[in-house]
């Protein structure tokens, strides 16, 4: 098991009892503290000091998810070579529904596989995520409406799959990590599943910070550039498009042009890094397994992905 911790204290308690209650318990559990400021190590090495197959690995600063995730495999690959080993990493803002840890586990297959992902109050939060080809997310709140990529929040992967697709792209700090995984994941022929018996609480926020904004829109441009084939590569400006008309909306509400800059910030980091945006792509691409047609398929058209959207971060806006 895998759990990246930043300033995650209230969380972390409730995480480590739905694992003590199961009848399955990891080999090894790593934590990655990345640069916390409250009670969080401190925390964890007690926690640590009592459960012998926990293990912290303490930062100095905040590496970013993807980073943060690719250090504690490249722990786990010191520990134990074995590429038969089942990886399942989970946000520290969530727990477990007992006996969800064996569920998951037979449900894995030769991919990624996700469990559901609910609310505290039982309401859906992920059952997958939808994706249209406008770059437009959001998380399926339906089993019915199926998905296009899955959860970051909670996830199992075999070590051998995660080490093909080259793990997680250390270039994202945060936001569509998850999609960039799952993407390049299907484009190696890998299967994306959800176990719909296993059941993984979230406590994560809806609100939307210019800071969170930033993030997510270059994140998904990053991954629509590397993974999207050519001809399709105008979808881009209309994310972008989409993004500042949503960003101009928020700053407009929240009467500070914070959300407008964050979109211009995000624009220019990825230009900034086009080269080795480029070599990314020329990576992914040359290695791909699957016809796009097969996997664009998966896509949702964009209003609809828009109204669900709207639908569900609005309540986190207007608060």
Sequence with gaps: MITVTHNSSKYIKRLVESIERSTVRPSLWIFVDSGSEDRTVQLLNDISANIPYIKV????????YSSSVNIAVRELVREDPSEDLLLLVCNADGYFERNSLEKIISCAGNGITQPMVLRADGGIDSAGNLMSLSGVVCPSQSIEMG???LSGACFLIPLRVYLDIGGMDSDIFLGADDLDLSWRAMLRGFELRICHNAIFFHHGGREISPKKMEYRVYSLIWTMAKCLPLHLMPAILASIS????????????????????????????????????LRKRHHVRSRKLVRDEEILRRMTPTGLVLKIAMRRYLSGVLR
Excluded at 246 to 256: N, V
Excluded at 262 to 273: E, G, R
Aim: proline content about 2%; hydrophobic content about 55%.
């Design 242 to 277: 989409i993004h500042l008309f949503a960003s101009l909306l928020l700053s407009i509400y929240r009467r500070t042009p914070l959300y407008v800059l964050s979109v211009v910030k995000a624009v220019i980091k990825v230009l900034k890094n086009g080269k080795l945006l």
């Design 147 to 149: 998905f296009f990529y």
């Design 57 to 64: 690995i303490c930062l100095r600063r905040n590496a970013g």
